[in-house]
């Protein structure tokens, strides 16, 4: 089964998400679980709750990461639950171990997820349109696609949700080549 990691804006309690950002990362857990993949993600609230609500509603294994040791904290839609208690070192979790990823808005820690994949060649879609860095990412790499010079692995744009899980699937199978460097080699270590 394809795993597709679903990345972006976390809420706070007491705050929502946009509408349009909440129908988006519904729209794309609904998208990754009929496309039959299961979604990966950090399994609290905002973009995370609302893609695993999605993912839910289409049928779909939702799995979410917590940055918590406590289990009650993830959202209701999360099907399997880790409380790693790891805080934001979690993110190498969702970054790393996913055949591809989705971004969704996003702030700092979303950034370092963003990262992270690369880093470990990871595919990654940024779903525009979705304020944060998410509409800020594509100003700031080189020719487009690449955030630095060592062209690790291409990040995708897409307009729609729609577009971008069919990107997100198509790239999963993409062979990784991650860094070189020796303390972190590779995608899985290797």
Not at 28 to 46: K, S, W
Not at 75 to 85: I, K
Not at 147 to 168: G, K, N, Q, W, Y
Request: charged content about 20%; some cysteine; hydrophobic content about 40%.
């Amino acid at each position: 089964m394809l795993t597709i990691g679903v990345i972006g804006r976390s809420a706070r309690p007491g705050e929502t998400l946009p509408e349009a950002v909440s129908k988006a990362a519904y729209e794309v857990g609904r998208g990754i679980a009929e496309a039959g993949a299961a979604l990966v993600g950090g399994g609290t609230g905002g973009v995370m709750e609302e893609s695993c609500r999605g993912a839910r509603d289409g049928g779909g294994l939702t799995v979410g990461f917590l940055p918590y040791a406590d289990k009650s904290k993830a959202n209701p839609y999360v099907d399997l639950v880790f409380p790693t208690g790891m805080g934001t070192v979690r993110n190498i979790l969702t970054a790393r171990g996913c055949d591809s990823l989705i971004m969704i808005g996003g702030g700092v820690g979303t950034l370092n997820e963003v990262t992270i994949a690369y880093d470990s060649g990871v595919p990654l879609v940024v779903l525009e349109g979705t304020l944060g860095w998410a509409d800020r990412l594509r100003g700031a790499i080189e020719d487009g696609k690449w955030l630095d010079e060592r062209r690790v692995v291409a990040i995708s744009f897409a307009s729609t949700p729609e577009e971008a899980v069919s990107i997100a699937l198509a790239r999963a199978t993409e062979p990784r080549q991650g860094t070189r460097l020796e303390a972190h080699t590779g995608w899985a270590g290797q």
